[in-house]
C-alpha cells in the first residue's frame, strides 16, 4: 500500500487513537480485541450471514490499524507488539476464512478450492515479507498487502450474493498469488546482487 494512502488513513483515524490513548487503553488490548471479534466473524460467515460478518472484518481491520497507530502515539512500539501484532493478524485470516471454507463446504465444494487458494496465498504474501526482512532485505513490493485483501472481502460480504462473495474470494487468491510472485523474485534479485 503506498505510504501516500497510509498516511491519509492515520489522519482520519487521528481521533479514534486521541481517544483510545486518554482511556488507557493499550495498543495489545486493541490487538487482543481482534480474536473474539476474528472467532464471530467466522461463525456469522459459516452460518451464511456474510453482511454481518462484513461487518465484523471492518471491526478486525480497524483493530489491526488502530493498535499500530496508538502503539506509535503512545511511544509503545516494541517487538513484542509487532510480534503478537502479525501473530494475531495470521490468526484473524485464518479463522475467517476457515468459516468462509465452512460455508462453501455445505454448500460448494468448488467454493473450498477457492477459499483454500486464498488463504494459502495470502499468508505466503506475509511469509516472504517477513523471510525477506529475517535476512536482512527489504520486501515492500506488491498491491495485495493485508488492508487490500480486507476491504475486497468486506465489499464481497456486503453486497449480497454468494457468488459475489466467491469472486472477491478469487480476486484475493489471483491478487496474492501475483503478489506473493512479485515478492519472491524481488527477494531473490536483491539476494543475488
Known amino acids: 500500500m503506498k505510504n ?14 486521541f481517544l483510545l490513548a486518554q482511556l488507557g487503553i493499550t495498543p495489545t488490548t ?3 480485541t481482534a480474536v473474539p471479534l476474528s472467532v464471530l466473524a467466522a461463525l456469522l460467515f459459516a452460518s ?31 517487538p513484542g507488539g509487532a510480534f503478537l501484532d502479525s501473530t494475531v493478524d495470521r490468526f484473524s485470516e485464518g479463522v475467517v476464512y476457515a468459516g468462509i471454507g465452512w460455508y462453501y463446504c455445505l454448500n ?15 499468508y505466503l504474501v506475509s511469509y516472504v515479507r517477513a523471510r525477506a526482512e529475517g535476512i536482512g532485505k527489504e520486501c ?10 480486507v476491504l475486497i472481502l468486506v465489499v464481497g460480504a456486503l453486497i449480497p450474493g454468494e457468488k459475489v462473495l466467491l469472486g472477491a474470494l478469487i480476486i484475493i487468491a ?3 498469488l501475483t503478489t506473493f510472485i512479485q ?9 543475488r546482487q
Request: glycine residues 10%; charged residues 20%; positive net charge.
Open 108 to 122: 460448494n465444494r468448488l467454493g473450498v478450492l477457492v477459499v483454500l487458494a486464498a488463504l494459502i496465498f495470502s
Open 30 to 32: 486493541v490487538t487482543i
Open 140 to 149: 515492500q513490493v506488491g498491491f495485495f498487502e493485508r488492508p487490500i485483501r
Open 174 to 176: 489471483l491478487g496474492s
Open 48 to 78: 451464511g450471514k456474510f453482511f454481518w460478518a462484513g461487518l465484523v472484518v471492518i471491526c478486525i481491520g480497524l483493530c489491526d490499524t488502530l493498535d499500530g497507530e496508538l502503539s506509535r502515539r503512545t511511544g509503545k512500539v516494541s
Open 183 to 191: 515478492r519472491i523474485l524481488f527477494v531473490l534479485r536483491q539476494v
Open 4 to 17: 501516500q494512502t497510509k498516511q491519509q488513513g492515520r489522519k482520519l483515524l487521528k481521533p479514534v487513537v
